[in-house]
């Protein structure tokens, strides 16, 4: 099993990608949207008990979408919630 690592706010992601564990800035810095977007899809089945005996069970799945960006020297980063926070920023800026 993975260690757990912390939370990490979306509106402070890309900042706190540029800092090291070890608290040095990450050279030469890193910005999300200059990485490539990729698409992991997971799905999460239940399994249906039928109700009478004569009934086989069936199985539900959901898909379940995670998007990541590929950056230069191996970094990957889910950015699943980032990317609608970034594209809700942007169209702010536009409008305003």
Do not use: F
């Not at 980063?77 to 920023?89: D, L, P, V």
Request: a neutral charge; proline letters at 9%.
């Amino acid at each position: 099993m993975a260690p757990p690592i912390s939370t990490i706010p979306v509106s402070e992601l890309e900042a706190s990608i540029n800092t090291l564990p070890s608290g040095k800035p990450r050279n030469p810095k890193v910005k999300l949207g200059d990485c490539v977007l990729k698409e992991l899809v997971q799905y999460k089945c239940l399994v249906e008990q039928p109700k009478e005996k004569a009934v086989a069970s069936g199985v539900l799945c959901e898909p379940l979408v995670h998007l990541l960006r590929r950056c230069p020297g191996g970094l990957n980063i889910e950015t699943t919630a980032w990317e609608g926070w970034k594209a809700k920023q942007e169209g702010e800026g536009v409008e305003g």
